[in-house]
């Protein structure tokens, strides 16, 4: 059974950090890009951050640049999300997702159409 699955998330203070790790299972994670994506109440769905299959290069876009970092262990098939410097703007539900043989834009996010699977999410709260 395939699964992406998202932990980590919680409540937090505005200034503080979190690290979320997305666990994949049943498929060939090292085939994968992998990108991480937040949807607000009422808001649109955006991707935060995207990273190449050997984990080699990162993206993210401008909201994020600089307070996000993405990294991945694939003898462990995970992927991570160090959130630093949190704003109450990031309260979200963050979603991991996986592309097979796709690619990451140069603006931060896996194009949707080359997503194959998504996670539930983990909602992540900041309060001023």
């Known amino acids: 059974e395939v699964q992406l699955v998202e932990s980590g998330g919680g409540l937090v203070q505005a200034g503080g950090s979190l690290r979320l790790s997305c666990a994949a299972s049943?498929?060939?994670?090292?085939?994968?890009?992998i990108g991480w994506f937040r949807q607000a109440p009422g808001k649109e769905r955006e991707g935060v951050s995207c990273?190449?299959?050997?984990?080699?290069?990162?993206y993210y876009p401008d909201s994020v640049k600089g307070r996000f970092t993405m990294s991945r262990d694939n003898a462990k098939n995970t992927v991570y999300l160090l959130m630093d410097s949190l704003k109450a703007e990031d309260t979200a539900v963050y979603y991991c997702?996986?592309?097979?043989?796709?690619?990451?834009?140069?603006?931060?996010?896996?194009?949707?159409?080359?997503?194959?699977?998504w996670g539930k999410g983990t909602l992540v709260t900041v309060f001023p």
């Open positions: 997702a996986a592309a097979l043989y796709y690619y990451c834009s140069g603006f931060g996010y896996i194009p949707t159409d080359g997503i194959t699977y």
């Open positions: 049943g498929f060939t994670f090292d085939d994968y890009v």
């Open positions: 990273i190449s299959s050997n984990g080699g290069s990162t």
